[in-house]
């Protein structure tokens, strides 16, 4: 015997009592890690499956068929099965029963090693015990309950099999089930409503700012000057700049590509290349005071400074401020300030200033833009075409960012003061979209 009052949270009516979550479960275990597999046979439950509103089967990945009979039978998911997330900063504690729809799809599911299932025993009302899982008294501070590093924390079985819970008799607990579910389906539709309405708002600030860009790239979010010194000035300054480059040795030779689209004396547009000339479709139309040309004449992806000594690897979930970051002893280097692209992955194409010295991650090539132009007009650009990159990448198992699509970009090149003031009207737009 031993005494419990300090952890007992709050007082519950005579006919009840406290029992530990463990010695209520017919089965209490982390699944199994798994190995995949391409045929449909055994879907996975994994914590991306297991979310707070439902257990999603279109995400699951499969078990490879030639291990599928290691599985045991208590492995194999059941009906009223509580799914609990036991890893992770931010997903772990999330909670989700096994209800029939998921069965409509397949006959059998298993979970994986970062999912915990509790399977309680048949005396007791499941859904009871699945409300009692997601209620604040267990959900609030569940992280403090688990070990491990920041950024992989896990919840123990034991730790699970410890929670306290209060026991109604069975009726109660089924009638307690029904009134929840009852209180729940109102809440439930306006939170459905309420999402829809958050992603249509969010929708909507993607479709503005698209449109912004748009006017932007093509001059018509502020009005032209023709005080500003001309456009083709700064073309000239580009050029000598990247002979520059090329002759110390920071550009290659085949940099050095200048592409010049003018409208002809039949209205219709030209590209000339090496003196000669070739006809072209635009997208848009253009100012006359702007430069037309590709993206190729004023950004290119270089590979960074060769470089020995003990800097942060600047990778994407560095940048995104998902890690602390792990330190190299050599790399390619990048100095804080410069601008990083990611050039493998789902996102390639997304551009990163980075915060401090350090080397490039695996996925990048630094993106040298021509300092004659305004870098954030630049950046705007390429922003504009975010979704044309990431959906023209090539490659099967790591998409690469197609650099052909990316350096063939049209772009309109105004004179420098303008560029500034497309910027700028673009950044106080932005301002009044966001939240």
């Not at 509103?53 to 699951?60: A, G, P």
């Not at 045991?72 to 504690?93: A, F, H, K, M, R």
């Not at 008799?169 to 029904?178: L, S, T, V, Y």
């Not at 480059?245 to 547009?269: A, H, M, R, W």
Request: glycine share 6%; with cysteine; charged share 25%.
């Amino acid at each position: 015997m031993k005494c419990i009052d300090d952890e007992i949270p709050f007082e519950i009516p005579n006919n009840w009592c406290w029992s530990r979550l463990g010695t209520l479960c017919d089965y209490l275990h982390r699944g199994k890690s798994p190995k995949y597999g391409e045929y449909h046979d055994l879907p996975i439950i994994a914590q991306k499956c297991n979310q707070w509103d439902k257990i999603y089967v279109d995400r699951c990945l499969f078990v490879s068929r030639d291990t599928i009979e290691k599985y045991t039978i208590e492995q194999y998911l059941q009906l009223g099965d509580i799914l609990i997330n036991s890893t992770g900063g931010g997903t772990v504690g999330r909670t989700g029963i096994v209800e029939e729809y998921i069965f409509d799809s397949y006959k059998s599911f298993v979970a994986d090693s970062h999912v915990t299932v509790v399977r309680t025993n048949d005396l007791l009302e499941k859904r009871y015990i699945y409300y009692f899982l997601v209620s604040p008294f267990i959900q609030t501070g569940i992280e403090e309950r688990c070990s491990g590093s920041t950024n992989q924390i896990e919840l123990g079985t034991s730790t699970i099999y410890q929670y306290l819970v209060p026991i109604p008799p069975f009726e109660e607990q089924k009638r307690i089930a029904i009134k929840i579910d009852k209180l729940l389906s109102p809440i439930g539709i306006f939170g459905k409503l309420q999402e829809k309405k958050n992603n249509l708002n969010e929708k909507t600030k993607l479709i503005l700012r698209k449109s912004i860009l748009q006017e932007a790239i093509q001059g018509k979010l502020v009005s032209q000057d023709t005080n500003d010194e001309p456009a083709s000035v700064l073309l000239e300054k580009i050029l000598t700049e990247k002979q520059r480059l090329v002759e110390t040795g920071q550009l290659k030779p085949k940099d050095v590509v200048s592409s010049y689209i003018f409208k002809g004396d039949d209205n219709k547009y030209y590209e000339q290349i090496n003196g000669e000339n070739t006809p072209v479709d635009l997208e848009y139309e253009f100012p006359e005071t702007w430069i037309i040309t590709r993206l190729s004449t004023i950004c290119r992806l270089i590979d960074g400074e060769r470089k020995e000594g003990i800097h942060i690897c600047l990778d994407a979930k560095y940048l995104r401020g998902k890690s602390s970051g792990e330190t190299l002893t050599n790399g390619k280097f990048v100095q804080k300030g410069d601008n990083i692209i990611l050039v493998d992955g789902e996102n390639s194409g997304e551009v990163f200033t980075t915060p401090c010295d350090g080397y490039m991650g695996s996925t990048f090539k630094q993106l040298w833009t021509s300092s004659a132009m305004h870098l954030p007009y630049v950046l705007y650009f390429i922003q504009f075409y975010k979704e044309l990159l990431r959906n023209s990448k090539r490659g099967a198992a790591i998409p690469h960012l197609n650099k052909e699509i990316f350096y063939s970009l049209v772009i309109g090149v105004p004179p420098y003061n303008e560029q500034v003031k497309i910027a700028e009207r673009i950044d106080t737009l932005f301002d009044k979209i966001r939240p």
